[in-house]
């Protein structure tokens, strides 16, 4: 399927610490988004990247695509406990349609 | 105000009834989806649709039917309801196929 596969599951950290996820997908595309879901909300975008693009930053998020391997990766640097949330990636291939996984779980332990 | 609003929050009904999930965005957005999050946490989309287009997922039952008025709703009506509709269901927005702007979520659970 084409959905994004996050990686790890769940991952526990110490505040100040950096955290990193990886997410690998299965076929071409044009662009994948990282999504933050804080526990029973709704998703909120974070980052995109495009296929053309390598790295992208925005604050304390560092996003690393490399679409040869077909996977991405993405840093949070410096962590707070408000970092405590479910995140994912999102790959899209039709451009209306984008496929998501199954999330990083990211406990930030102040 | 809300940009993408879905009501109701919870939904608890009983197997084999017929229900409906409203979603508005007033972002202007062009494309509206529909979501399911099990209790893994998976989100699957269910559709995508905008004012050309309805793009469905094939896994999704013939069960499920999304109804657009107009381009700033995009209603989801479940027949038939099923003990494995229990899930999250999201409603999302974006300005052509770009950032998607998500709903609260409506948890329905079927009894």
């Known amino acids: 399927s084409q959905q994004g596969e996050e990686d790890p599951q769940a991952l526990s950290i110490q505040e100040g610490e950096n955290a990193t996820m990886n997410c690998s997908y299965k076929t071409s595309i044009n662009n994948l988004q990282w999504y933050r879901q804080n526990s029973g909300r709704g998703l909120v975008h974070l980052i995109l990247?495009?296929?053309?693009?390598r790295e992208k930053h925005s604050g304390r998020l560092r996003v690393t695509l490399d679409t040869s391997k077909k996977s991405s990766s993405l840093l949070i640097t410096a962590s707070r406990a408000a970092d405590t949330a479910s995140y994912f990636c999102?790959?899209?291939?039709?451009?209306?349609?984008?496929?998501f996984g199954t999330g990083t779980s990211l406990t930030v332990i102040p | 105000d809300t940009a993408v609003s879905q009501t109701p929050k919870y939904l608890v009904t009983q197997m084999g009834n017929d229900k409906s999930i409203k979603c508005e965005q007033n972002?202007?957005?062009?494309?509206m989806y529909w979501y399911k999050q099990d209790s893994k946490k998976f989100l699957k989309i269910m559709f995508s649709y905008n004012n050309k287009e309805l793009i469905i997922n094939e896994t999704v039952p013939n069960r499920f039917s999304p109804k657009s008025p107009d381009k700033a709703h995009l209603n989801l009506h479940i027949n038939s309801l099923e003990l494995g509709d229990s899930a999250v269901y999201f409603c999302?927005?974006?300005?052509?196929?770009?950032?998607?702007?998500f709903g609260a979520g409506t948890r329905l659970s079927v009894l």
């Open positions: 999102a790959t899209d291939r039709m451009g209306n349609q984008f496929y």
């Open positions: 999302a927005s974006s300005l052509r196929g770009n950032i998607q702007y």
């Open positions: 990247i495009r296929s053309n693009e």
């Open positions: 972002l202007g957005h062009d494309t």
